[in-house]
C-alpha cells in the first residue's frame, strides 16, 4: 500500500475511534514502518491471522490504542502475553512518555518485537520471554509494574492469576476483551475478589473498523482494576492449577 493511502486510512480510523491525538507528524511514518514490518515478517512467522494494511491498522493499531487513556503519564507497564507485540508497540509509538515490557512464553516473537521497536527507533521497549506464572513469583517483577495490561490472551478468571502479582499496591490491572466480556466478568466474580482488586472502570464500546462488517466482533470492553493490597503469596499457581481450577 503507497504511504499516503496508508495515512490516509488510519487517520481516518484513529479519528473514527477517538485517537486523534495519536496521528501525529511524530507518529505516522512510525505505523506506516511498523505495519510493513509486521506483515513482512508474517509471511515466515505467523504473529497475527490478520495480513493486509487495513487489519491491521484496525483491529491490531487503533484496537490496541483504545487502552492507551487509562494508563497513567510515565506508567512503567508490562504487556503479558504479548505475541507479536500488540498492545505494546503500537502503544510505545503512541505514549513516548511510558516504559513497555512485552512479556510472552515464545521466545521467537519477543525476538521479532525487540527487532521491530529498534527497526522504528523506539526507545521505550523491552522485552522478556518467560511464563507469566513463574515470572510472577520472582522478586524482579513481582508487585514491580505500574499497570499490567493482556489482550485476548485468556478468559478474565484465569488472565487475573497470570496479572495481578505483577502490578504494584494501588497499581492497575487492564484487561482488554470482546464481546464475551461480560460474561467474564461475571465468572471472573471469585478472582476479583480472591486477589483483593477493585474494579475501577467498565469502559464499553464499538470498535470502528473498516476491515469487518460483523458488528458483534465490534464490541469491546476494557476492565480497569485497581490492586488495593499485595497479592498473596500463593498466586500465582502453577499453570495447571490455574487452568484445572481457575479462581
Known sequence: MEKQIFFEIAERVFSENGLSEFWNDETKDKFFDLCNIMLEQNKVM???AIRDEEGVICRHFADSLTVAKHIPAGAKILDVGSGG???TLPLAIARPDVKITALDATAKKMAYVLSAAEKIGLTNVSTISARAEELGNTPAHREKYDVVCARAVAEL???AEW???????????IAMKGKNGKKELDDAKNAVKTLLLHMEKDDEFNLFDLSSQDEADAKRHIFVFRKTTATPKQYPRRNAQIQKKPL
Request: aromatic residues 10%.
Open 157 to 159: 478468571r484465569i488472565l
Open 46 to 48: 505467523n504473529l497475527s
Open 163 to 173: 496479572c495481578v502479582p505483577f502490578a504494584k499496591k494501588d497499581g492497575l490491572f
Open 85 to 87: 507485540g500488540m498492545p
